[in-house]
T-cell receptor, first 111, second 114 residues
Framework: GENVGLHLPTLSVQEGDNSIINCAYS??????FIWYKQESGKGPQFIID?????DKRQGQRVTVLLNKTVKHLSLQIAATQPGDSAVYFC??????????FGAGTILRVKS | DAGVTQSPTHLIKTRGQQVTLRCSPK?????VSWYQQALGQGPQFIFQ???????QRGNFPDRFSGHQFPNYSSELNVNALLLGDSALYLC?????????????FGEGSWLTVV
């Protein structure tokens, strides 16, 4: 669960395309994972979560995939819109709702 | 249904001063956690309060302290401020403090130390 410095990876997509944001987590004992969206100057906004006994969960326009074998999470956003532009963080729940955040990915949607 | 509310939204302090930040959890939530988010990084866990006691703590010095009140609201105190304490301080609330309950964040308090 180390955070990196100022140079977050960036994903640029065309409006209407699908986006896939990837995340590696560190603790194989983590049992609950959350994706957050953070817009500039705001707090993290809950998008979708998944428990470790699942490998896929779908929401409205979003899908989270969990691969416990390689400790990998992905967030898929269908038909990406300009309002989806933000920084996206995955977080693993290590114990008792203590979250460890990944490095974050900047999503830029081109109109 | 009120979400997580934090105050103040922005503040500027001088090195060596002390600051108190406040948080009201989402209605029905009883667990409050505090996070520090430096520019360009993900939030880092400071500590968590449940039933008015500190239940978990991250790698932060004792200058960072907190409190939870009977109505579940919480304060974060930072003493002897350093320039490096400049960050967005986030409050997160959840129910019961057990894994798997959805965690919601407030909009944060921006602290600048000069």
């Amino acid at each position: 669960g180390e955070n990196v410095g100022l140079h977050l990876p960036t994903l640029s997509v065309q409006e209407g395309d699908n986006s896939i944001i990837n995340c590696a987590y560190s603790n194989s004992a983590s049992d609950y994972f959350i994706w957050y969206k953070q817009e500039s100057g705001k707090g993290p906004q809950f998008i979708i979560d998944i428990r470790s006994n699942m490998d896929k969960r779908q929401g409205q326009r979003v899908t989270v995939l969990l691969n416990k074998t390689v400790k990998h999470l992905s967030l898929q956003i269908a038909a990406t819109q300009p309002g989806d532009s933000a920084v996206y963080f995955c977080a693993e729940n290590e114990y008792g709702n203590k979250l460890v955040f990944g490095a974050g990915t900047i999503l830029r949607v081109k109109s | 249904d009120a979400g997580v509310t934090q105050s103040p939204t922005h503040l500027i302090k001088t090195r060596g001063q002390q600051v108190t930040l406040r948080c009201s959890p989402k209605s029905g939530h009883d667990t409050v956690s505090w996070y520090q988010q430096a520019l360009g990084q993900g939030p880092q866990f400071i500590f968590q309060y449940y039933e008015e006691e500190e239940r978990q703590r991250g790698n932060f010095p004792d200058r960072f302290s907190g409190h939870q009140f009977p109505n579940y609201s919480s304060e974060l105190n930072v003493n002897a401020l350093l320039l490096g304490d400049s960050a967005l301080y986030l409050c997160a609330s959840s129910l019961g403090g057990t894994s798997g309950n959805t965690i919601y964040f407030g909009e944060g308090s921006w602290l600048t130390v000069v």
